[in-house]
């Protein structure tokens, strides 16, 4: 079984930067894609970018696109997520998420695609 542990959110006035963490225990991922994803109250979870098994490949939500950055230590089994220039819409519970390797068909747009959750960890950017 895998255990994903999200940290580093915080309260940030707008403009500023923070670096989320999320360690993964149970078994390694090298193989496993993963993602983060993030709500905000009263809304659905969203995507926000993916990364995969080798961190040669990301995508970003284009709300995030230019100011947050996805990377991964496989070495540590850990992910990151670097937000820089956070706006107070960007308050929200961030989650790291990961999948095992899948088909061609596999969507990591998706929440319901992914098997495993951390369980998340707040991020308020005040303005």
């Known amino acids: 079984q895998v255990q994903l542990v999200e940290s580093g959110g915080r309260l940030v006035q707008a403009g500023g930067s923070l670096r989320l963490s999320c360690v993964a225990s149970?078994?390694?991922?090298?193989?496993?894609?993963m993602g983060w994803f993030r709500q905000a109250p009263g809304k659905e979870r969203e995507f926000v970018a993916t990364?995969?098994?080798?961190?040669?490949?990301?995508d970003y939500a284009d709300s995030v696109k230019g100011r947050f950055s996805i990377s991964r230590d496989n070495a540590k089994n850990t992910m990151f997520l670097q937000m820089n220039s956070l706006k107070p819409e960007d308050t929200a519970i961030y989650y790291c998420?990961?999948?095992?390797?899948?088909?061609?068909?596999?969507?990591?747009?998706?929440?319901?695609?992914?098997?495993?959750w951390g369980q998340g960890t707040q991020v308020t950017v005040s303005s």
């Open positions: 998420a990961a999948n095992p390797p899948s088909g061609s068909s596999w969507n990591p747009y998706q929440p319901k695609e992914y098997d495993y």
């Open positions: 149970g078994r390694t991922l090298r193989s496993y894609a």
């Open positions: 990364i995969s098994w080798s961190g040669g490949s990301t």
